[in-house]
């Protein structure tokens, strides 16, 4: 009851945290998706730095061939060509600049290229003019100057793109473990909030199964109480009068000295006080097994000398046309079983076929003790159990149609099936009318 009680709570909490889960989930993947986005833009940016690199490389080498051209041929499309290769050099070198503001030392590196690209390009300039009253050995000379310059930028900008193409790797390989992470980070989040929500579905299906069980228990008290008045208002009701009557009419014998008359009537008053004695006890019993005040006390005992005293009491309670046996089987007498709860049992078990089985009857109990398992077996061939009143036999407050006016409370059966639970055992039973109603207990014998 405790647990019906904070279910809801539960409830509560866990949506709250799913939500919370959702949450945390969802700024997660925010957090991850937008530094994803910065190292894709860095990525972007270290391409566009390595393309404006090759791009000035490019225009640098287009430029040594014009001037190449253009002295061999004198060609003025050379010539314009390079001017246009040397505007572009320009542009690609201010935009690089740009591109690599926040990187100090490559901005250095950058720098260190425009002079290098200025004095060569100065030295072009200034070659055209030495050039045109050298001699062979002068031009050698101007050659192996161009080329230690054009090497030097050469070195430089593999530099610079190498530099580049490291940060390049870097940023790549952080971004596919970023991707790595933020997927784990969303598939954790998911699995976590899937898993809460399997499990505040269990405690809803918990609340509402606890809610149907307690209904249909108040449905089960409420057709208790019922069943407890109609049978009040019927098996109380008899023997009261009968008893009533029965004290009335022994006044009226005592005063004309009937002594037979007297003695038969209160007979009959000690018959309605035993009737009214059962009925009690059925109700203590089983209000004692549903507060759960009735416990199995197990201990030795001979089950073969409990049987036969039990036999020996109840052949006074048997009609005159009834006959009580006893069969035992087996060389073991000694049971490890609660005496009390099965002495109830048996003797609630011959009652009842006393009061069913008819007035020419034949009722057996028998005890099968081999191999730790014991079975308690009690027989009549009365009128036995219809097939469809069968599965309600153990119900409390159930009695088949073919009882009449006997007296009973409808508990026996199921007080009886209680004991033997407590004992750990089973009951069953089998009813072929007018042949053989057996009703057999089993327990195992553990010594």
């Not at 050698?140 to 230690?148: F, H």
């Not at 050469?154 to 997927?183: C, F, M, P, W, Y």
């Not at 069980?213 to 008290?221: L, N, R, T, V």
């Not at 006080?273 to 109700?283: G, P, R, S, T, Y």
């Amino acid at each position: 009851m405790k647990i019906h009680k904070k279910l809801p709570a539960l409830l509560y909490a866990g949506c709250g945290f799913s939500l919370f889960l959702v949450m945390l989930v969802g700024a997660t993947s925010l957090f991850f998706s937008e530094r994803q986005k910065q190292k894709e833009k860095r990525i972007a940016h270290t391409y566009r730095v390595l393309e404006n690199v090759h791009s000035v490389y490019h225009h640098l080498y287009e430029m040594g061939m014009d001037k190449q051209r253009y002295r061999s041929t004198g060609v003025t499309m050379f010539f314009q060509s390079y001017h246009s290769h040397s505007d572009s050099l320009l542009d690609d070198l201010s935009a690089l600049n740009m591109l690599v503001a926040d990187n100090p030392a490559q901005a250095a590196k950058i720098r260190q290229l425009r002079l290098q690209i200025n004095d060569l390009l100065n030295f072009w300039q200034q070659e055209d003019i030495n050039l045109k009253n050298s001699d062979a050995g002068s031009l050698l000379k101007v050659t192996w100057s161009e080329k230690e310059k054009v090497d030097n930028i050469r070195l430089e900008i593999t530099a610079i793109s190498d530099i580049e193409r490291e940060g390049l790797k870097q940023s790549e390989d952080g971004n596919v473990l970023l991707r790595q992470r933020t997927e784990f980070a969303i598939v954790a989040g998911t699995l976590l909030i899937l898993v809460l929500v399997c499990f505040l579905i269990y405690f809803i299906l918990q609340e509402l199964r606890n809610r149907i069980d307690a209904y249909q228990h108040e449905k089960e008290i409420s057709q208790l109480k019922s069943n407890f008045v109609s049978l009040a208002s019927h098996e109380f009701r008899t023997p009261l009068g009968s008893i009533l009557l029965s004290v009335s009419l022994i006044e009226k014998y005592i005063k004309l000295h009937d002594t037979d008359n007297a003695f038969k009537h209160s007979q009959k008053i000690k018959t309605g006080v035993n009737n009214l004695k059962c009925i009690l006890e059925d109700f203590l019993s089983l209000e004692k097994l549903d507060a759960g005040r009735m416990k199995a006390v197990i201990h030795p005992f001979d089950l073969v000398e409990l049987c036969e005293d039990i036999i020996d009491e109840m052949q006074h309670t048997a009609g005159p046309g009834q006959t009580l046996r006893f069969r035992h089987t087996g060389a073991i007498r000694i049971v490890n079983l609660d005496r009390n709860l099965m002495r109830n049992a048996i003797i609630n078990l011959i009652n009842n076929s006393i009061k069913y089985a008819g007035d020419i009857a034949i009722i057996v109990l028998e005890t099968n003790i081999k191999d730790n398992h014991v079975v308690i077996s009690i027989k009549d061939n009365g009128a036995g159990i219809a097939e469809h009143e069968q599965k309600e036999l153990f119900t409390p407050f159930f009695r088949v149609n073919n009882t009449g006016n006997i007296p009973g409370t409808g508990l026996g059966l199921s007080i009886v099936s209680r004991y033997v639970k407590l004992m750990h055992g089973a009951i069953s039973f089998s009813s072929v009318p007018y042949k053989e109603t057996c009703f057999k207990m089993s327990f195992l014998n553990a010594l």
